[in-house]
């Protein structure tokens, strides 16, 4: 029986298939990519190679949500307490944006991936901004899944920024404090002309939010996996959007 002849082939046919009929498909799903210095660790690596392993990951995983039909993929890259690591893999995650468009912005660009970024960008090394810039600049007209980067991303240095913005929008009298509101807020966030996450996905076991989208993240269905970020395959993100049928949103309704 030839189907037993191929079943990588089989199963792959299958999974996207199954997936074609998805009911449910979260409009925005936001990563926070865990585990890369643990993959690369358990198998006599470098932390580095599991940074670089994690990066292709990330192109794979952009193509699935693509094919799915998601509009948002919001991935945790770095975090604003990332800087307390040691310079020299600092260093080598700050070199990886741009390594990832040099390799993949001519796919994206064919895919119709637009790419967007949140986070503090001014801290970011001048090649580091110059590669997403260019990225942003290039793929700002094309209408697929938005791919937006988390690059020194902190959710209460975020929510800091707005707080003061909006401080300095009361005292010139340009706003009263009792008309403050959510899209108040809102106006002020890296994340302002995007839905709220639907789906939270955090790989490698731990079970926290380590500052991601604090705000943003008030009604969203929350996945974790043991498996680390550079085994975070397309099976894998499947189950992911697969529980995601599952679940009941309320919002503090019935
Ligand atoms: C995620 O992997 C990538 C970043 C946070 C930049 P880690 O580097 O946190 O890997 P672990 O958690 O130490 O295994
Ligand atoms: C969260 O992972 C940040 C990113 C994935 C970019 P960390 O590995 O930095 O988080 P903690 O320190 O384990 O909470
Ligand atoms: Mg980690």
């Not at 975090?79 to 020299?88: A, D, G, V, Y």
């Not at 996450?197 to 955090?202: N, S, T």
């Given at each position: 029986m030839a189907f037993f002849k191929w079943p990588f082939k089989k199963r792959k046919v299958e999974s996207f298939a199954r997936n074609a009929t998805l009911k449910l498909v979260p409009n925005h799903v936001a990563i926070i990519m865990d585990g890369n210095g643990r993959w690369a660790n358990s198998r006599g690596l470098p932390r580095f190679a599991g940074h670089k392993e994690g990066m292709d990951n990330v192109k794979r995983i952009v193509k699935v949500a693509n094919a799915q039909g998601i509009k948002v993929l919001t991935m945790y890259?770095?975090?604003?307490?990332?800087?307390?690591?040691p310079k020299q893999e600092v260093d080598y995650l700050m070199k990886l944006p741009k390594e990832f468009l040099n390799i993949y912005l001519p796919e994206l660009i064919e895919e119709n991936v637009q790419v967007k970024m949140i986070g503090h960008?001014?801290?970011?090394?001048a090649h580091t901004q110059a590669a997403v810039e260019q990225a942003i600049e290039q793929t700002k007209?094309?209408?697929?899944?938005i791919l937006n980067l988390a690059l020194n991303y902190g959710s209460r240095a975020e929510i800091i920024a707005a707080i003061k913005a909006v401080a300095g929008d009361v005292s010139a009298n340009n706003?009263?404090?009792?008309?403050?509101d959510e899209a108040t807020i809102n106006k002020h966030l890296?994340?302002?002309?995007l839905p709220d996450p639907d789906l939270l996905i955090r790989t490698?076991?731990?079970?926290?939010?380590?500052?991601?989208?604090l705000w943003q993240l008030a009604y969203t269905e929350f996945w974790f996996t043991d498996v680390h970020w550079p085994a975070f395959t397309e099976a894998e993100f499947v189950k992911a959007l697969d529980a995601y049928q599952q679940r009941k949103r309320r919002y503090g309704g019935l």
């Amino acid at each position: 029986m030839a189907f037993f002849k191929w079943p990588f082939k089989k199963r792959k046919v299958e999974s996207f298939a199954r997936n074609a009929t998805l009911k449910l498909v979260p409009n925005h799903v936001a990563i926070i990519m865990d585990g890369n210095g643990r993959w690369a660790n358990s198998r006599g690596l470098p932390r580095f190679a599991g940074h670089k392993e994690g990066m292709d990951n990330v192109k794979r995983i952009v193509k699935v949500a693509n094919a799915q039909g998601i509009k948002v993929l919001t991935m945790y890259a770095f975090s604003t307490e990332n800087w307390r690591r040691p310079k020299q893999e600092v260093d080598y995650l700050m070199k990886l944006p741009k390594e990832f468009l040099n390799i993949y912005l001519p796919e994206l660009i064919e895919e119709n991936v637009q790419v967007k970024m949140i986070g503090h960008r001014a801290q970011l090394p001048a090649h580091t901004q110059a590669a997403v810039e260019q990225a942003i600049e290039q793929t700002k007209h094309n209408n697929g899944l938005i791919l937006n980067l988390a690059l020194n991303y902190g959710s209460r240095a975020e929510i800091i920024a707005a707080i003061k913005a909006v401080a300095g929008d009361v005292s010139a009298n340009n706003i009263n404090i009792d008309d403050i509101d959510e899209a108040t807020i809102n106006k002020h966030l890296f994340t302002t002309d995007l839905p709220d996450p639907d789906l939270l996905i955090r790989t490698s076991g731990e079970m926290r939010v380590s500052n991601f989208l604090l705000w943003q993240l008030a009604y969203t269905e929350f996945w974790f996996t043991d498996v680390h970020w550079p085994a975070f395959t397309e099976a894998e993100f499947v189950k992911a959007l697969d529980a995601y049928q599952q679940r009941k949103r309320r919002y503090g309704g019935l």
